[in-house]
């Protein structure tokens, strides 16, 4: 699997684990907390695949991160 970073910060990962356990630590802020407790139950391929498919531009424009 090719690196990639992460959707917030400038972390990089490889492993799904890596970047769920960095997510729930550093950015559990940035997700409601339904969407939060559904992927923290994700494994494998299945955290890559809501990494992939999450809106993050919705999420940077409600924090006024867009203008």
Do not use: Q, S
């Amino acid at each position: 699997m090719p690196r990639r970073r992460c959707p917030f910060c400038n972390v990089m990962w490889t492993r799904p684990t890596k970047i769920k356990n960095h997510l729930i630590v550093d950015h559990a802020d940035k997700f409601a907390p339904e969407i939060l407790e559904g992927f923290k139950a994700l494994c494998g391929r299945g955290i890559t695949e809501f990494l992939d498919a999450y809106n993050y531009l919705a999420v940077a424009d409600m924090e006024g991160c867009l203008t």
